[in-house]
């Protein structure tokens, strides 16, 4: 299945600038978010919005043509 990602902050740093963040990843059947973050090597605090929502069961399946996007939060004082 196809998954399309899109990355903002330090991981966004990590695919070419042309690429604007975005990627489409090719994934099992059943995979997880989890399993996407293996995949992307992100083994970091991140937001998760899942086709515009936001996400926290990390553990949660795919489908073919989701979208998620990725967000390291900020802290401040």
Known sequence: MQ??????????ERLA?????RLTIELPEGAT???????????????????GENERKFDRPLKDGDEIKFIQPIGGG
Not at 3 to 12: A, D, P, Q
């Open 3 to 12: 998954i399309k990602v899109v990355l903002f902050g330090m991981l966004r």
């Open 33 to 51: 978010i989890h399993d996407l973050l293996e995949k992307l090597d992100a083994h970091m605090t991140l937001t998760c919005f899942l086709n």
């Open 17 to 21: 600038k042309e690429s604007r963040g």
